[in-house]
């Protein structure tokens, strides 16, 4: 590990108050961390937290949704935490420190427990994930769910900048500097005073949302009652016809999907990318699943010299045979975004 001089009074969160220690009691945090929105709650809050929604999230700070234990991805997260740190630590010199869970000063609703403080003054969030959400962090951006997180951070603590490191697939770290943007974070605040106000302490729940789905379905999987009488008939007819008429426009839409897919894959035949001029309209790289069956059939001689007594060799294969490897890779058609 990279030892680095730390800068003198660096660790100050002039902003906030500390609830409770980074080496609290497990027990201590579920009950606190209820208690106000929290650095992973403000994306939901913000909409743009593809795993959880603004319904399942009010469940949960009114007591009505039951503890949920700690998922395989949840606690892989948890122990590549203190590995990516100490990445971003080899890599930068940068100092960090944990610190727990604090409480805005001027907005008690608001709390955040930072991965670790930077000793330049910021703060760094650390994060995990794999190949098929890698795009998110491209050509140096930062996903939308992380720079959301961090500006509630610095809200919170009054820190100047986050840092925010991501490791994709255990292989590829990355990290990026995001500077505190008030504008953001006015927007924010205000977006989550209102739902703390609206639906938390006014005990109503806030419209539902496609990804509140599962977690309906999980609330409500046990029967207890043959039958019961709609609150709301009304209401209930409009959600079964609502679901009717999306189910007609979900096929109508898959039709209409593939013939443009089929479309973009002739107009871009053989080629990585398709340009107009100097711009990149969309690209169709092999970087997609490793087709292991075709490939063993197609070179089974290839194949044995990388066989392991459960299946081939992807890693070795990709070190030793590039060019082959690429070959039996998926090829996924991927529109450029608009910057």
């Not at 089929?262 to 871009?268: D, K, Q, R, S």
Request: with cysteine; hydrophobic share 45%.
């Amino acid at each position: 590990m990279t030892t680095t001089a730390v800068r003198p009074g660096t660790w100050a969160c002039p902003d906030a108050t500390l609830v409770l220690p980074a080496d609290a009691p497990r027990e201590k945090w579920l009950a606190a961390r209820r208690a106000g929105i929290g650095g992973s709650d403000a994306s939901t809050v913000a909409g743009v937290n593809r795993w959880g929604s603004r319904y399942e999230l009010w469940l949960d700070k009114t007591g009505r949704l039951p503890e949920q234990p700690e998922t395989p991805a949840m606690r892989m997260g948890n122990l590549l935490e203190p590995l990516i740190a100490q990445l971003f630590t080899e890599e930068t010199s940068i100092a960090t420190q944990r610190k727990g869970l604090m409480r805005s000063r001027a907005r008690t609703w608001q709390q955040v427990s930072v991965d670790r403080l930077t000793d330049d003054h910021g703060l760094l969030e650390c994060k995990a994930t794999n190949w098929r959400l890698a795009e998110e962090w491209d050509d140096g951006q930062v996903a939308d769910h992380a720079e959301i997180q961090v500006q509630h951070a610095l809200a919170v603590t009054g820190r100047s900048h986050a840092w925010v490191a991501v490791l994709i697939d255990g292989r590829d770290f990355r990290f990026e500097r995001v500077e505190r943007d008030e504008r953001l974070i006015e927007v924010l605040t205000d977006m989550e005073d209102r739902f703390w106000r609206d639906h938390v302490l006014a005990d109503l729940a806030p419209a539902m949302e496609a990804n509140a789905l599962d977690v309906v379905k999980d609330l409500y999987a046990t029967v207890v009652l043959d039958a019961r009488q709609a609150e709301a008939p009304d209401v209930v007819r409009d959600a079964l016809a609502r679901r009717e008429s999306a189910m007609k426009a979900i096929k109508t839409a898959e039709v209409m999907k593939a013939i443009a897919e089929a479309e973009l894959i002739e107009a871009v035949g053989d080629a990585e990318a398709l340009l107009d001029g100097e711009r990149t309209l969309l690209t169709r790289k092999a970087n997609g699943t490793f087709a292991a069956a075709r490939f063993a059939a197609a070179h089974p001689d290839v194949a044995a010299q990388y066989m392991t007594k459960a299946a081939l060799d992807l890693d070795r294969l990709k070190d030793e045979r590039p060019d082959l490897y690429a070959q039996y890779r998926a090829r996924v058609l991927r529109p450029t975004k608009e910057k």
